[in-house]
Each structure stands twice: as C-alpha cells, then as structure tokens.
Nanobody
Framework: QVLLVESGGESVQAGGSLRLSCAASGRTFSINVMGWFRQAPGKEREFVTAIRWSDGSTYIADSVKGRFTISGDKARKTVYLQMNSLKPEDTAVYYC?????????????????WGQGTQVTVSE
C-alpha cells in the first residue's frame, strides 16, 4: 500500500504562483508514475500532469501547459507541481496519484493510490 500526503494548497490571487508537494511512503517500489489530477466544484476529476520515474519523462495537459511544471525527487519519492500564472479556473482540489503502469496515462483508472487532496483557490 502506498500512502500519499499532499501539501501546499492555498488561496492566491490570479497571476500568482503556488508549489504543491506530494510525498509517497509505504510500498513505493511499486510506483512507476506519479501524477496530479484536479477536481473543480461541479466538475469531474481531470488529469493535470505526471512524471515517469524510469526516465524522468513528463506529460502535461494542454489546459495548463506553459504555466504548470512537474518535477520530482526519485530518491525521496516526492513530486512537486509548480503552478505559475494562476487563473480562477485553476481553482480545484488537487490530488496526487501513483500508477504501477510503465507508461504515463491520463485516465484515473490507471492510478491505484490517491492522496486526500489539497485545496487551491484562485481569486480575481
């Protein structure tokens, strides 16, 4: 079992920046991919970005490309989500998730461990 703990969610004004962190513990040897999803009020959870530990490759959703960046510390099994130029539409609960699949996927069904989520609120 993998335990994920997210941190860094806050309320910020539009144009601001935040950095989210997610630390994994437990059966971390099973993790091949770590990623971030988000769920805005009244909307379905959506993929944001993910990183594959084997080669450091990443994939990011078009909606945040150019503003968000994922990075990670493989040894510490920690991933970071740097969010710049935040917009009100980025307001959501951000979830960290891990996958045992060798390729980065955008479907929630590919991720088997989830954190509790951290709230990000962006105001005008």
């Amino acid at each position: 079992q993998v335990l994920l703990v997210e941190s860094g969610g806050e309320s910020v004004q539009a144009g601001g920046s935040l950095r989210l962190s997610c630390a994994a513990s437990g059966r971390t040897f099973s993790i091949n991919v770590m990623g971030w999803f988000r769920q805005a009020p009244g909307k379905e959870r959506e993929f944001v970005t993910a990183i594959r530990w084997s080669d450091g490759s990443t994939y990011i959703a078009d909606s945040v490309k150019g503003r968000f960046t994922i990075s990670g510390d493989k040894a510490r099994k920690t991933v970071y989500l740097q969010m710049n130029s935040l917009k009100p539409e980025d307001t959501a609960v951000y979830y960290c998730a891990t996958s045992q699949f060798r390729s980065i996927g955008t479907s929630q069904e590919l991720y088997n461990s989830w954190g509790q989520g951290t709230q990000v609120t962006v105001s005008e």
